[in-house]
RNA sequence: GCGGGGGUCGCCUAGCCUGGUAGGGCGUGGGAUUGCUAAUCCCAUGUCCGUAAGGACCCGUGGGUUCAAAUCCCACUCCCCGCGCCA
């Protein structure tokens, strides 16, 4: 949700934002709403108004016991009117509301703008690619041969997209998290493990309305939702508060499963456990003061960054274009890791900042003083570990002539053994 | 799941029975005053519309009754206590 002030006062700000994020929205009926709204606020509260005053008078009247008949048929048209003018204001509202939660957020000037991923920039390269002296297999091939994945069970038992993580990769799933949370929490990062499923109203805070359609899982006869990740569910935290600016930056590690239909995937990457509908992740993410939050998202691709060297696994940074970046962010970094079997740089970090777009909808604000009127916070979120994706890469680039995995050195305490 | 008790403007609380402008205390910020870190007094401290003046809204949420609802009625929700069930 933008700040209704700057969409009024520069409607072609907003045009030019849309048309950069190639969306289709009827920005000219959400301007005539707006304008709706208020004028017909302003006439209910007239109209209130003089319901008061009646009422005060009827009130008076009947202590001095005088005859107060006058005043109450005076009263009963007047409630009616409003009741007629209320129930056209309620309907401008939820029209202007829906409206509203469905328009994207601002864009950073730093953005290339471009329709799709073809116009992402890339921002820098590390890491040395690995080569092989041998005929490289996949992670489906390697998963398969050393019984570390059972898709064909999980998909008479689940459907597609789902898997059995067997022997030493489930203990190299639970060493990436651990070793996440360690790495984090040394960066002072508040851990949080969170709710998996959250109504609706902290969901829309969170998410876009399409969104809705083509990520999040619904409980039936529930009002929850499945998590896409542990962000949906930390955003909401703070929601109706107003933090202490003192406290600013809150910085948390949401650890969690993440649950994603993959509606508008169809055909990619079918097999495997790179695109699944379960996973787990470590996350970053912050509430910040609005004059911080361009510093906090640095420092947070930044970390991810040193993660990924400490994996040793190589990478590149990549800005996305405005028509690849999510409609809830103002500026989105992806981290991509190489994937050897693949011979491809692939998505799996995603560092964004939403601004004030999801403290607005979630009524999240601070200040400094109880003196001051309360201000929106800025909201960051950025992945540190997603577990499938990542082991994909270790598996791939890690791989040894037998058809074994070298673990990487930090994460050999955990798994037990220096290979799988 | 059953029974009981609760939810009031940051926190605590009055008002509810008997409908008629939501009052007090604490905390926090600002100011005044007095030779001290203290005391006292004044102002501010929820949301929306508005440049402002001003006005409307706000008593967990949503309905209903009424000229008028924090107050009466119904449904839902969350919290607390007891019982039951349970990894």
């Not at 390697?142 to 067997?166: C, H, I, M, N, P």
């Not at 998590?227 to 929601?239: F, K, L, R, V, Y």
């Not at 607005?360 to 929106?376: A, G, N, V």
């Amino acid at each position: 949700m933008l700040d209704p002030k700057i969409i009024r006062d520069n409607p072609d700000k907003i045009r030019d934002m849309l048309s950069a994020r190639s969306i289709d929205f009827p920005f000219d009926d959400f301007l005539r709403y707006d304008r709706e709204r208020r004028d017909l606020i302003v006439r209910t509260d007239e109209m209130r108004k003089t319901k008061n005053q009646i009422s005060l008078e009827i009130a008076s009247k009947k202590k001095s016991g005088g005859d107060a008949s006058a005043l109450i048929s005076k009263m009963q048209s007047v409630s009616q009117q409003l009741q007629v003018l209320e129930e056209d204001q309620v309907r401008t509202e939820e029209a202007y509301r829906r409206l509203s939660l469905t328009m994207p957020n601002l864009i950073h000037e730093s953005v290339p703008v471009g329709k799709d991923e073809t116009a992402n920039k890339i921002i820098r390269k590390w890491g040395d690619l690995p080569s092989f002296g041998f005929e490289i297999r996949d992670h489906i091939d390697l998963t398969q041969r050393l019984g570390l994945v059972d898709l064909e069970r999980a998909a008479k038992v689940s459907g597609a997209r789902f898997y059995y993580l067997k022997n030493q990769l489930v203990k190299l799933n639970q060493a990436l998290l651990q070793f996440a949370l360690e790495f984090i929490t040394e960066r002072k990062f508040v851990p949080v493990q969170t709710p998996y499923m959250i109504n609706r109203n902290a969901m829309e805070g969170a998410v876009i309305a399409e969104d809705f359609e083509d990520v999040i899982y619904k409980v039936e006869g529930e009002d929850l939702f499945l998590i896409g990740t542990s962000e949906h569910a930390i955003a909401s935290m703070h929601s109706d508060e107003i933090i202490a600016g003192g406290s600013l930056p809150l910085r948390y590690a949401g650890i969690s499963t993440c649950f994603r239909k993959e509606a508008g995937a169809h055909g990619r990457d079918q097999k495997g456990i790179f695109r699944v509908h379960q996973f787990e992740k470590v996350e970053q993410f912050v509430f910040s003061r609005p004059d911080d939050s361009w510093a906090e998202h640095e420092k947070m691709l930044s970390n991810v960054e040193e993660f990924y060297q400490k994996l040793g696994l190589p990478y590149r940074i990549v800005l996305l274009s405005s028509g690849d970046m999510g409609k809830v962010s103002a500026k989105t970094y992806d981290l991509e890791a190489w994937m050897a079997g693949q011979k491809n740089y692939r998505e799996v970090a995603s560092c964004s900042n939403c601004l004030d777009f999801q403290a607005r909808r979630l009524k999240i604000r601070f200040r400094d003083r109880t003196d001051e009127p309360p201000q929106y916070l800025h909201t960051l979120n950025c992945t540190l570990v997603a577990t499938t994706r990542t082991m994909v890469s270790i598996l791939e680039n890690f791989q040894t002539v037998d058809g074994h995995i070298s673990v990487p050195k930090v994460l050999q305490k955990y798994v037990g053994s220096s290979t799988i």
